[in-house]
């Protein structure tokens, strides 16, 4: 089988190419102010009411003042850039070239492209002060549980985590609960870093709640890894 080259290559050669993404990004996003993080699916079509969902809640967002971040994909993404550009908010693409993700979206005001997911995640993480996952696969789950672990272990300033569908996530927290919370795996603490939501309305009242408790505003930069 064929390997694209870029996907063995050490990690000491990945390095240059990672902390020009970093800093490219840094400088691009520096002043877009609070931003909120949007992961879900790139396989969910505009049909789905998922795909309504995220673009509802990306419009609200952008009306309260934040700038939405996606990944630049189709679906879920794509949903929650067009939702923030057609209501003339700051919409942020972080593109990668992947099989589902051949092309960018077009409703992006920023767009920024990466090789590697590593800078490409820790973009999201560095310029964001609350995440909403949608429903999604491997690489929504794995952006979630990132943030998740960030901030259990203070790496990460905590903000705002949270999932909508709850008919989608409702095996999985179950399992959450029954599985690791009982072994000690984790702690109710931790279950307490997330929430679910359907309502687009109380997600961005959440929001606009923690960014006003927390002296948030659009003349101050994002929050930052620790």
């Known amino acids: 089988m064929n390997q694209d080259p870029n996907l063995i290559l050490p990690a000491v050669q990945q390095a240059p190419v990672i902390m020009s993404e970093l800093i490219t990004a840094a400088d691009a996003l520096s002043h877009i102010g609070p931003a909120v993080s949007v992961f879900g699916s790139a396989r969910i079509n ?5 795909y309504a969902l995220s673009q509802d809640v990306g419009a609200r967002l952008a009306q309260a003042g934040f700038a939405v971040i996606a990944g630049g994909g189709p679906g879920i993404m794509e949903a929650a850039n067009k939702g923030a550009f057609e209501a003339n908010g700051t919409s942020v693409g972080l593109n990668i070239k992947l099989p589902s993700e051949k092309k960018n979206n077009p409703y992006q005001t920023v767009s920024l492209s990466f090789e590697y997911f590593n800078s490409r ?5 560095m310029h964001s002060m609350a995440y909403v996952a949608l429903p999604g696969g491997f690489g929504t789950l794995d952006e979630l549980f990132e943030a998740l672990t960030l901030i259990q272990t203070g790496k990460l300033a905590k903000g705002p985590v949270i999932l909508m569908g709850s008919h989608f996530w409702q095996g999985l927290i179950e399992w959450v609960k029954a599985e690791l919370l009982p072994t000690d795996m984790i702690t109710q603490a931790h279950l307490d870093l997330f929430c679910v939501e359907d309502d687009p309305v109380k997600v961005v009242n959440m929001i606009e709640s923690f960014s ?3 002296l948030i ?4 930069p994002s929050s930052l890894p620790k």
């Open 46 to 50: 505009s049909s789905s009411p998922y």
């Open 121 to 125: 995640k820790t973009t999201f993480f």
């Open 212 to 214: 006003s408790k927390h």
């Open 217 to 220: 505003d659009a003349n101050r």
